[in-house]
């Protein structure tokens, strides 16, 4: 069965000044598996991210989250 990571993501702090992103590649096997997130709103903007990192519920959360008004960067 092919590895499949859901492809909406959203940071808990901004990450190159972005907190949406999506999936535009992803590599690797086993514990050195990647994705490779564009930003929504900035495509160019890009990050690889390890899954291992993107499994951790206190930075990334699958799917596009709501921010709250008080806390999105200079909006």
């Known amino acids: 069965m092919p590895w499949k990571p859901a ?3 959203t940071s ?5 000044g ?3 992103f999506r999936v535009v590649l992803q590599g690797g096997r086993g514990s050195e598996r990647w994705v490779e997130l564009a930003s ?3 495509p160019q903007v890009r990050l690889r991210e390890s ?3 993107l499994q951790d519920k206190a930075q990334w959360q699958s799917g596009w989250q709501p921010i709250p008004p008080d806390d999105s960067e200079g909006i």
């Open 51 to 53: 899954w291992t990192q």
């Open 12 to 16: 808990l702090t901004p990450r190159s």
């Open 18 to 20: 972005r907190r949406h």
């Open 40 to 42: 929504l709103l900035e």
């Open 7 to 9: 492809e909406a993501w």
